[in-house]
């Protein structure tokens, strides 16, 4: 049984600590929500089970199936079965979608797979996320529009089959129907093998759709309150103010741009 | 795909009627080629170089009305010069390609003229440097309504030495014309010198023109993002490189030697998909 296990985790950025002994752990089958106001480390958790060099893990440990996930180059990561559908895909000028995504299957596979049955299974995906035919031989993300780039880090979730798959904030900037489609391919994933899934996002539509097997509440660089999809409706309804009150935190918040004040103009003050 | 090899000094190619050949041409120090495209035809021309030390003069005529693609491949071991100058007659269209893996040092002096009210020009260069690779492409603007577009790609390694110079010059009266050019330049190591100098020398009020360059190391966040596709960082700069190489592939439309020069090109960065 697959299981991603995260003990006592300490994440560094650029020299801020963020993640501050975090404990978390996904069996297959198993559906987590993660909420939590910006800037309380859910990103950051996910970029450093992924491995972004961005990211210094100071303390604790992340195994898959036993297997220490932290010594793991990243494309390491992604062979053994993890996955990071992104907030922001990076656009890759040059490189076609087909040619990157036969290229990412093949590098976890003994013997290349059939350029016929690639396509085929390519199409078939296109289609089941509802994009355009053409999507595969333009270039990766190059010119997509963000519901477009959204979609295809799930296309190649679907062909890449991870174990456990992590999802940030996937369902932004998609339109209600797109997040039907998503929602809908993600769950036929699940229902056909049972992969894991962590999954970040702020709105509780997305959270309906896929009816979340576990939720946990992400504050000041730990978990402090966990349930199921309850707990879920309850953040929907009443925000995070009650789990600050309740455990005495107060969360990171990210920096308001305050309005920048011009000041008097001098030359009417000269006029004066 | 069937090619005829020349081994003359002086060659001629006379092209009559529609169609794409393929020519496979053993230099000398001497070389010329003369590549005339009769009224109203519409030819796509396959050239590859062979030999050591070659030295090449080229004169290429289109005549009005014609389309002609021409991709000339080096594949020179030891060194190229090749000049090379162009006419474009009314409404012809001529589209060049020059691609070079090879290890050759090469000079490079293209200059194609627009001589006449709607012609069209195409230069393309695709070249990994890991040595000396000095590329100048002019475009010469002599009539109205005429257009002109460069597209340079190059990789250059350690020990690469790139220098291209693409110069778009519109003549007084040629108006409603338009001259692009785009460079985009791959470095891989800190030992290299790669040089673009876009040019465009304008004596045309009405007319557009424009120019973009790109030089810069692989980018990081684009490799982590290939990387957590499950491919390494290496399999990930080799896609990047052949996205660099694979336009210049594509300028002729043949699906065989589309296929045969990507896979030259995946041999050469050491890519197996």
């Known amino acids: 049984m697959t299981q991603l296990m995260i003990k006592d985790l ?9 993640l501050k002994g975090l404990d978390l752990t996904i069996n297959e089958g198993e559906t987590h929500a993660l909420m939590g106001p910006n800037g309380n480390g859910k990103s950051t958790l996910l970029a450093a089970i992924m491995g972004n ?12 199936d036993g297997n220490d996930v932290l010594t793991m180059e990243v494309d390491e990561r992604s062979r053994v079965g993890l996955f990071l559908g992104m907030q922001y895909p990076s656009e890759v000028s040059g490189v076609t979608n087909s040619d990157f995504l036969r290229a990412a299957i093949n590098a976890r596979l003994d013997k290349p797979i059939g350029l016929f049955s690639f396509i085929k299974e390519m199409e078939k995906t296109i289609e089941e996320l509802q994009m355009k035919p053409d999507l595969a031989h333009r270039f990766l993300n190059e010119g997509f529009s963000g519901g477009e780039k959204k979609r295809n880090e799930i296309v ?11 999802l940030d904030e996937i369902d932004s900037g998609l339109d209600v129907d797109a997040l039907k489609i998503v929602a809908d391919a993600v769950n036929a994933m699940q229902h056909e093998y049972a992969m894991g899934l962590l999954v970040v996002s702020h709105y509780e539509r997305f959270y309906q759709l896929l009816q979340p097997t576990h939720a946990h509440v992400l504050l000041d660089g730990k978990i402090v309150e966990s349930g199921d999809m309850k707990l879920v409706e309850k953040v929907d309804q009443e925000g995070y103010d009650w789990l600050l009150e309740k455990y005495g935190i107060t ?4 920096k308001k741009k305050e309005p920048v004040r011009l000041g008097s103009c001098a030359a009417k003050k000269a006029g004066s | 795909m069937k090619s005829e090899t020349i081994k003359k000094r002086d060659v001629q190619l006379h092209i009559k009627k529609d169609g794409f050949f393929s020519f496979h041409i053993e230099g000398s120090e001497a070389s010329q080629l003369l590549i005339t495209v009769d009224k109203h035809i519409s030819a796509s021309l396959y050239i590859t170089y062979h030999g050591i030390d070659i030295a090449c003069n080229c004169h290429v005529v289109i005549e009005s009305g014609s389309s002609c693609k021409i991709l000339f491949w080096n594949e020179v071991s030891s060194s190229m010069r090749f000049q090379q100058t162009a006419e474009v007659g009314r409404d012809a269209s001529l589209t060049i390609g020059y691609g070079d893996l090879s290890e050759a040092e090469v000079v490079s002096d293209v200059q194609a003229a627009l001589l006449e009210e709607g012609a069209q020009v195409q230069l393309l260069t695709a070249c990994i440097s890991g040595q000396k690779k000095h590329y100048a492409l002019h475009c010469l603007h002599e009539a109205a309504h005429t257009s002109s577009q460069m597209e340079n790609y190059c990789v250059v390694k350690k020990h690469g030495d790139y220098i291209m110079k693409a110069n778009g010059q519109i003549k007084k009266g040629a108006y409603q014309s338009t001259s692009v050019q785009k460079s985009r330049v791959l470095t891989m190591s800190e030992q290299q010198r790669s040089e673009v100098i876009p040019l465009l020398l304008i004596d045309e009020n009405d ?12 980018d990081e966040r684009q490799l982590y993002y290939m990387q957590t596709r499950g491919l ?5 700069i080799s896609l990047l490189v052949i996205g660099y190489m694979m336009p210049i592939a594509e300028i002729i439309d043949h699906e065989e030697l589309r296929d045969q ?13």
Request: hydrophobic share 35%; proline share 5%.
């Open chain 1, 10 to 18: 300490f994440v560094n950025v650029e020299g801020k600590e963020i």
């Open chain 2, 207 to 218: 007319v557009k023109a424009g120019h973009a360059t790109t030089v810069g190391q692989p």
């Open chain 1, 156 to 166: 190649q979730m679907k062909m890449l089959k991870p174990r456990i798959a992590m």
């Open chain 1, 53 to 64: 060099p961005k990211y210094t893990v100071t303390k604790g440990s992340i195994t898959l």
């Open chain 2, 261 to 273: 020069l990507r896979t030259d090109i995946e041999k050469k960065v050491g890519y197996h998909a």
């Open chain 1, 251 to 254: 969360a990171a918040k990210e």
């Open chain 2, 232 to 236: 390494t960082r290496e399999q990930a």
